[in-house]
């Protein structure tokens, strides 16, 4: 009996970052002598390491898969390789969205904008999904991927283009939660009971909290959801919060109010209360973080 070699068609991601490679050729072509130069200079050295890793970490992962025997058809190759916007389309993008920026700076805020907010909070939120073979590969991709963000970010150096970007990832965090998703109640300095908190029954509470909030007026804890490892100052003031779930609890504690798992939720909401407290006694700030 003989045996057959699987092979399979190349899936093609020489486009995969092509977008990312001409915001830095256009930002070094109207980058200023001197430090702005050199500082893009410096990110473009960075990308071509990424760029490396990242081919690498693409073929671990296809050898992976096959090596468990899932082996994509010609069909399905195709059609993955179909997915992706053509050459013009990119081009195209380019030409609206990066040559008509201002200065070096304005084409790396276009694309970091762009690129860094919803498709890294979009990467992180399928590691969950991942097979365990190629979990912690994806994990540890995911974890350079961010980290040349925040070079990006460096580079640029503007307070304004930070806030831009959290914001985003913020609302991208609000869009990938999912009924399942546990929600942490996080203070900066970090309060001592914060990781004891029943994470699993405030996620499964919070949509119910969110109709409460607009019935009753209140404002809706998904204000307050940030990205893990945010910086301190866009937490937001724990008095602020603490209002917002102190009205929470008085809304649901109320005699004849119905709420499936009301003390389920009653419960996880005094430990938000008791973080909170602690949080404004330490002046601490604080955001709600998505588990994905």
């Not at 419960?267 to 973080?289: G, K, M, S, T």
Request: glycine share 6%.
């Amino acid at each position: 009996m003989t045996t057959t070699n699987r092979t399979e068609a190349k899936i093609d991601i020489s486009l995969a970052n092509y977008l990312e490679k001409r915001a830095l050729e256009i930002a070094l072509s109207r980058a200023a002598p001197g430090a702005e130069r050199t500082a893009i200079e410096r990110l473009a050295a960075l990308r071509a390491e990424l760029m490396t890793q990242r081919a690498a970490h693409h073929e671990r992962i296809v050898a992976r898969r096959h090596a468990r025997g899932d082996f994509y058809s010609d069909a399905k190759v195709k059609s993955i390789n179909a997915l992706g916007p053509s050459r013009n389309e990119l081009d195209m993008t380019v030409d609206d969205h990066y040559a008509k920026q201002d200065g070096a700076k304005g084409v790396l805020q276009a694309h970091g904008l762009a690129s860094f907010a919803y498709r890294l909070v979009s990467e992180r939120s399928n590691l969950g999904l991942m097979t365990p073979d190629i979990a912690d590969d994806a994990g540890g991709m995911l974890a350079l991927e961010e980290a040349f963000a925040n070079e990006w970010a460096a580079t640029i150096a503007d307070p304004a283009y930070n806030a831009q970007l959290a914001q985003r990832r913020r609302e991208a965090a609000k869009l990938f939660r999912t009924s399942n998703s546990p929600m942490w109640l996080v203070a900066q300095p970090a309060c001592p009971s914060q990781k004891g908190m029943d994470a699993e029954a405030l996620g499964r509470a919070w949509s119910k909290l969110e109709s409460i909030s607009g019935e009753v007026g209140l404002a809706s804890l998904s204000n307050y959801v940030g990205i893990d490892g945010q910086a301190a100052e866009d937490g937001a003031p724990a008095t602020e919060v603490l209002a917002a779930v102190e009205g929470l609890l008085a809304a649901i504690d109320t005699p004849g109010k119905k709420l499936p798992a009301k003390k389920a939720t009653l419960a996880v909401l005094e430990e938000v209360r008791a973080i909170l407290q602690w949080a404004v006694q330490h002046q601490a700030r604080v955001y709600f973080d998505v588990e994905f």
